[in-house]
């Protein structure tokens, strides 16, 4: 099946830095979605990608639909203590799939103020 | 508004007692729904997708099962539960094609 890797695994950051992250996938997907989860809480969507090459920024995080339809980034700019969190790729392959979503492992991302 | 409710929020069950979480959604018609399970707070494993009402469909063997009653009623449930059944139970929706899935707060299982 489908697999997504994430890397990195985690982060620990200065207040003020900047982040990236990536994913990458053994198929190609039609839809890369971003998400973060604070502890306790469900996944909040803060990105969505629906073209390969397409590039979309919200507010001070950035992610790319890489052109291969195999990767995805996220870049989060000018950290804060609130990007605390788990941040997770997510892909769907389209077609009859359904919405069907495939996950990342996540990352970690820790932020010293 | 289109909003999504999960409950319980949390959740203590003795090992081989039944289960049963519901999810619904309100602010829209005839969503997908899924149910996801999340261990150790690290990544999403779908369980259960539902493209209309009755209609499920399991993506991994497992001892538990769900039902889609209403056009936005999901509910996931279990006979009899295993220790292994502890985790971050999530439900999501997408409203239509090409748009994204949004998530409930969760409800997290502890199977003693």
């Known amino acids: 099946g489908q697999q997504l890797n994430q890397s990195p695994q985690s982060m620990f950051i200065q207040e003020g830095e900047d982040v990236s992250m990536n994913c990458t996938s053994s198929s190609i997907f039609n839809t890369w979605l971003w998400y973060k989860q604070d502890p306790g809480e469900g996944p909040v969507l803060l990105i969505a990608l629906y073209k390969a090459g397409e590039l979309t920024s919200n507010g001070r995080l950035t992610a790319q639909f890489g052109i291969t339809r195999k990767d995805s980034f996220l870049n989060i700019s000018a950290s804060i203590p609130s990007d605390v969190g788990i941040y997770f790729c997510a892909g769907n392959a389209g077609g009859t799939s359904y919405g069907k979503l495939t996950f990342g492992q996540g990352t970690i991302l820790t932020v010293h103020p | 508004s289109q909003t999504i409710h999960q409950w319980p929020a949390t959740l203590v069950q003795p090992v081989g007692s039944p289960l049963s979480l519901e999810c619904t959604v309100e602010g829209t018609s005839n969503p997908n729904l899924y149910w996801y399970r999340q261990a150790a707070g690290r990544g999403l494993q779908l369980l259960f997708y539902?493209?209309?009402?009755?209609?499920i469909s399991s993506e991994v063997p497992q001892n538990l099962s769900a039902s889609r009653p209403q056009d936005r009623q999901f509910i996931l449930s279990s006979k009899k539960l295993l220790l292994s059944d502890s985790g971050f139970y999530l439900c999501?929706?997408?409203?239509?094609?090409?748009?994204?899935?949004?998530f409930g707060d969760g409800t997290r299982l502890s199977i003693l």
């Open positions: 999501a929706w997408r409203p239509s094609r090409n748009q994204p899935q949004h």
């Open positions: 539902s493209v209309g009402i009755g209609q």
